[in-house]
């Protein structure tokens, strides 16, 4: 496998690495001429982003390794289902636009403890703010930087080590210019995303087409994909695949996945803050124009992975694909990059990079977001001025990557699975958290000690619940499909969507009665502004989430 860069790859790269530094730099000297200076400026570019900024920036923010080399390895070993997390994510992002961010900006809700403290009370914000902190730093952070090291590694034949401190160098000069520099440099970076994700996709069809001898393009080599792996083209998965306890069936649209997709994409200030320094119109339409390029987001990562299964499966990519002895689904995209011709190679390991780095910039400013504003300005110096805020948040911003250098390579993040690993362990807490966030929004009933029960004991129930099967049969469940044998360790689990969807309704009802107990004895919560005007959306916003409604739902007909 040729695991090296050539002199036309790096010409490519480095062109990509130019363009976005220069343009980095014009935008923030042009927004420093303008001496706006705030910390919410720096923060959250508030009023400068367009609505299209706003769109690349939050894919450029959501697209990283674990979705280029994880979901190309899920798309590799269960097929077409596992683009559901992408689909299901455009229909989210319309209720999130609707719904969500008008109750942000109608309360002046900056940061998520902002909204906790608003709507509950301090002891609630500090603690999620320091969970959220521990998360992104230690989970979030740490992961992307050493999952994109490792593929840039593997692509490229750099020394690992070497490529966590470029890439951690890159970011931290990017993220340093403000949420304004990471929303216009995550245009181009978008842009070099798609396009590099499309070469890796054109030349993976191709090559399905080349290897049964007819060579007729990429659209005969998806027809040809389709025979010699039909399994792999349904998105509602049967009790009977090995992957079910990955996918659970119709739990996908009317269970968990769900939570999966609002917890990350409403209530998660990496996200939503790229919207919130804008007004209704534009962080709608940026929200909007977001939805449009997560429908094309399986194109680019989960065919490729779906290719790679059909030649492995001829013969092809043996020993490539082996990590420890074992086949790993998650070297498939790499094995095909590392195929490209010259040139388009440096072009796809640009895109790589700009998803790892983009998603590095935007984690970090909101790792400064939640530290400045709500733990040190409420804790450490509360008449702290705006430039002091500003400068405490490039502070953090360096830390927090220094100890995502130093802590990564210790935490065997690379022997721990891919991207059905992140989602299944970041549904111990989403279930709680959403709970608390969507009752918070719309119930002004609830109370700060219903919100703390979501919170812990929603965490907890997640772990009884996983690890319920070592002590108790549930093969009893079996025949209500709401547990699966797994194949490896012989028990009878239930499905991590379905264990979410359980843990949330227990949520939601231990909250109401608590609420409501308090309520009795005169506790009065409270609550925030809301009013059905609010979610009204102009007519072109209507026409395009209807259309994209409408092309979700055919897919799910097609690919059903």
Not at 80 to 90: D, G, K, P, Q, S
Not at 386 to 414: C, Y
Not at 415 to 437: C, L, R
Request: aromatic letters at 14%; one cysteine or more; a positive charge.
């Amino acid at each position: 496998m040729n695991n090296i860069l050539t002199t036309k790859d790096y010409i490519v790269f480095f062109i990509y690495f130019i363009i976005v530094s220069c343009y980095g730099l014009w935008v923030f000297y042009k927004k420093k001429a303008k001496n706006s200076g705030g910390s919410k400026d720096y923060f959250l570019a508030e009023g400068s982003l367009t609505w299209w900024a706003i769109g690349a920036s939050l894919i450029a923010s959501n697209i990283s390794a674990e979705q280029f080399i994880g979901m190309s390895g899920s798309g590799f070993k269960m097929g077409l289902a596992i683009a559901t997390y992408e689909w299901m994510a455009a229909i989210t992002l319309i209720i999130v636009a609707v719904f969500f961010i008008p109750v942000y900006l109608k309360n002046k809700i900056f940061t998520m403890p902002q909204f906790l403290h608003k709507r509950y009370n301090s002891t609630v914000a500090m603690i999620m703010a320091v969970f959220w902190l521990l998360l992104y730093v230690v989970v979030n952070l740490t992961s992307i930087l050493y999952l994109g090291a490792l593929a840039v590694s593997s692509i490229s034949g750099l020394n690992i080590t070497f490529c966590m401190y470029s890439i951690a160098i890159f970011a931290i000069i990017i993220t340093l210019g403000g949420m304004k520099v990471i929303g216009y440099t995550d245009v181009i970076q978008v842009f070099f995303l798609i396009l590099g994700g499309l070469a890796t996709t054109y030349l993976a069809l191709n090559l399905v087409s080349d290897h049964y001898g007819n060579g007729n393009g990429i659209f005969h080599g998806y027809q040809i994909m389709t025979q010699k792996a039909s399994e792999h083209f349904h998105m509602i998965l049967k009790p009977n695949n090995e992957s079910y306890l990955d996918l659970p069936g119709l739990s996908v649209l009317i269970g968990g996945m769900w939570l999966v997709n609002l917890n990350y994409w409403g209530c998660n200030q990496y996200i939503t803050q790229r919207a919130l320094g804008a007004d209704l119109k534009t962080a709608r339409s940026g929200i909007l124009f977001a939805a449009f390029l997560k429908l094309l987001m399986p194109v680019i990562v989960v065919l490729p992975g779906i290719a790679a299964y059909v030649l492995w499966k001829d013969g092809l990519f043996k020993n490539e694909m082996l990590y420890d002895g074992e086949t790993n689904p998650d070297r498939a995209y790499p094995v095909l990059l590392n195929l490209l011709p010259a040139g388009l190679k440096g072009l796809s390991f640009a895109a790589l990079t700009a998803a790892v780095v983009a998603s590095l910039a935007g984690k970090s400013n909101s790792i400064a977001t939640i530290f400045s504003l709500d733990v040190y300005h409420k804790i450490f110096d509360k008449k702290a001025s705006e430039k002091k805020l500003i400068r405490v948040g490039k502070i953090t911003i360096i830390v927090s990557m220094i100890l995502a250098v130093i802590i990564a390579p210790h935490l065997g993040i690379d022997k721990k699975g891919g991207f059905q690993y992140i989602q299944e362990y970041t549904g111990f807490v989403s279930p709680g958290i959403f709970a608390m966030f969507i009752l918070g929004f719309f119930w002004k009933k609830t109370t700060s000690n219903a919100a703390l029960f979501a919170t812990i004991g929603g965490f907890f129930f997640s772990v009884f619940l996983k690890f319920l099967p070592g002590y108790t049969d549930l093969s009893f469940l079996s025949k209500y499909s709401f547990a699966i044998r797994n194949k490896a360790s012989g028990l009878y689990e239930i499905p991590f969507l379905d264990r979410m969807a359980i843990v949330f309704i227990i949520c939601i009802i231990g909250m109401v009665l608590i609420s409501k107990t308090e309520n009795a004895r005169g506790v009065v919560p409270k609550g925030l502004k809301v009013d059905s005007k609010m979610f009204r959306v102009h007519p072109g916003f209507f026409i395009g989430a209807l259309i994209i409604i409408l092309i979700t739902a055919a897919l799910y007909m097609i690919y059903w």
